[in-house]
């Protein structure tokens, strides 16, 4: 056991498989045992410990953990003074930030916020659905949900305020959104007094350049290819790549060797174009990490 831990929370719930997966890209191994709120991760400086994300930023804020993965939507819901480390984009469905949006009944009245004066609106982010009222200058009765929000109207609320990332529940519930109330991606977030501590610091830096690196890799391959020197130019015309491509001597004095990283959505266009360019002995590979 490292005599320095930095004790990081981790999402439970929805996000705990990707954040999982996101970590092992960005090389820890964490297993989560049967029951335990404690998984392991193959890093003797890293203790973690799952923790609701709807709870993570006021654990972060009062000292109990040095840092933790939450949204951003939680950090305002719960109004936390944290360090917000950087943003981590990813999801259980997509790459998409998620939005916390005011809906109604498909026949609803209600046009706008302004239509809700007076009314009863469910959410579980009471604080955040009461600001975005107050902003807009409309009074209106705000309950906690404690589950299943898009079954209340038209019945037990007036509208609900709820996280939606595809909107498919919502139209399931035959409800339309009526306006946006915030967009909120995952954060990584660390204790004001840890993040003055130079060693817990650095190992939060370390955590933040190489997550962010394993998401970025996720849209990206590497192209290797040999490529004739005198057709050097027109193959390289054809690459986006993010710098300017690895050029290598091979061993025979007319062929290099070209290696370049590109957006994965382009490869099906581009290779065909590469090889009618002169490119010879391409090949796609996955990357873990993509470093800037």
Same mark, same amino acid.
């Given at each position: ?5 930095? $004790?990081? =929370?981790?999402? +439970? ?13 960005? !090389? ?12 392991? @991760?193959? *890093? ?11 709870? &993570? ?8 953990? #040095? ?50 004066? =007076? ?13 975005? %009222? ?7 009765? /705000? ?19 709820? /996280?939606?990332?595809? !909107? ?9 959104? @009526? *306006? ?16 003055? *501590? ?8 370390? %955590? ?11 849209? $990206?391959?590497? %192209? &290797?290819?040999?490529?004739?020197? #005198? ?28 290696? +370049?990283? @590109? ?13 009618? +360019? =002169?490119?010879? =002995? ?9 470093? #800037?």
């Amino acid at each position: 056991m490292s005599e320095r831990v930095l $004790k990081l =929370g981790l999402p +439970a719930g929805s996000l705990q498989e990707a954040t999982a997966e996101l970590f092992r890209k960005a !090389g820890w191994k964490i297993t989560f045992q049967s029951r335990s709120y404690y998984p392991h @991760v193959d *890093d003797p400086e890293l203790s973690c410990v799952l923790i609701r994300a709807q709870e &993570m930023a006021r654990y972060v804020e009062q000292g109990a953990i #040095d840092a933790g993965l939450t949204g951003y939507d939680w950090i305002v819901e719960n109004n936390a003074r944290v360090v917000e480390v950087c943003e981590l984009v990813f999801s259980k469905v997509s790459r998409r930030p998620v939005r916390w949006v005011l809906a109604v009944p498909q026949d609803s009245p209600i046009q706008s916020v302004r239509d809700l004066e =007076g009314k009863r609106i469910a959410t579980e982010a009471v604080n955040l659905t009461r600001r975005y %009222l107050e902003q807009n200058g409309v009074r209106a009765e /705000v309950e906690f949900s404690w589950g299943a929000t898009e079954v209340k109207p038209p019945d037990l609320a007036d509208a609900i305020v709820e /996280v939606t990332e595809t !909107g498919s529940s919502l139209r399931a519930n035959n409800l339309r959104i @009526v *306006d946006t109330v915030l967009v909120s991606t995952p954060r990584l977030i660390a204790n004001e007094r840890a993040w003055q *501590d130079p060693w817990k610091r650095a190992k939060i830096e370390s %955590l933040a350049l190489l997550l962010q690196a394993a998401i970025r890799a996720e849209t $990206k391959v590497g %192209l &290797m290819m040999n490529v004739p020197k #005198d057709k050097l130019d027109d193959v390289l015309s054809v690459l986006p790549a993010l710098q300017t491509p690895t050029i290598s001597a091979l061993s025979d004095p007319q062929w290099v060797d070209v290696l +370049a990283v @590109v957006d994965e959505s382009t490869v099906r266009d581009i290779i065909p174009r590469l090889k009618q +360019a =002169g490119a010879r =002995g391409i090949v796609e590979f996955p990357l873990n990490k993509v470093i #800037d």
